[in-house]
Each structure stands twice: as C-alpha cells, then as structure tokens.
C-alpha cells in the first residue's frame, strides 16, 4: 500500500508563506492563517511541502488504509486558495449561498482572492467544520 505523503513536517510555515510569488495570495494566506489560528487554537504545521495545517486526526478507511491528517488546512496554490475542510460540504448550502465567488469539491473549497468573498461567512464555515471534525475524531 501507497505511504502518503501528506504528513507533518518540522519546515516553517512563515518562511513557505514568505515565499509565495503573488503579493495578493500571499497576504490572504497570511490572513487565513491568523483566522484559523483563532478558530483553532492551535499553531499551524506545514504538512508535506505545501499545506498548513491545524490540529490532526487519525483516519482509517474500510480499505484497511489509515494515517494522520489535520483537522483544517489551507494551501496558496497558484489557482486558488484551496481550503481543506474535512467535513465536507453538505451541512454548509445556506452559508455558501452567502460566502461569494468559490467553487468546492469533496472537502475542498477553492476561493481565488478573499476579497470575492463574505470573510465573515468564511469563518462560520470554518469554525462549523473544525467543531465537526473535532467531535467526531477526538
């Protein structure tokens, strides 16, 4: 079985953000970074080379494959601002409606700058997501 490679590094997560090209994406991850660092009271943690990640759970599948991940993430890609919120979506219809720009996957939202969206509504769903997750896995 595949070892995944999205694990906790000790690399700092300010000299990855320094690093970020485009002035704009780099100052809104700055902003989710200090949103998410009070929501979760947690220190953030680069979790392989390009995801900071807030707090962890330990997942198992039915498919026998198990490992650690965060409970909430994000990652300055070069598209979009990509947030990692492990509860998904479902929970969430009336606050998207309301959020602005964005698109989501399974557990990913996709924001190409803060400034198209409710910051407000962002950190609803944020805290929504990570008292979730937190429930359920801790």
Wanted: charged share 30%.
């Amino acid at each position: 079985m595949a070892e995944t490679k999205t694990k906790p590094t000790d690399a700092s997560v300010t000299d990855f953000l320094d690093r970020v090209k485009n002035e704009q994406k780099r100052q809104d991850a700055y902003t989710l970074l200090r949103l998410m660092k009070t929501i979760t009271r947690k220190q953030p943690k680069m979790w392989g080379p390009s995801i900071i990640g807030f707090d962890k759970y330990h997942y198992r599948y039915e498919s026998g494959r198990e490992g650690d991940i965060c409970m909430i993430g994000f990652s300055p890609r070069s598209q979009a601002l990509t947030l990692y919120l492990m509860s998904g979506f479902t929970s969430y219809k009336e606050l998207l409606k309301k959020l602005g720009k964005h698109k989501i996957s399974k557990a990913c939202l996709y924001i190409n700058k803060l400034a198209d969206i409710d910051l407000d509504v962002l950190q609803e769903i944020i805290k929504a997501s990570y008292r979730y997750t937190k429930k359920k896995y801790d």
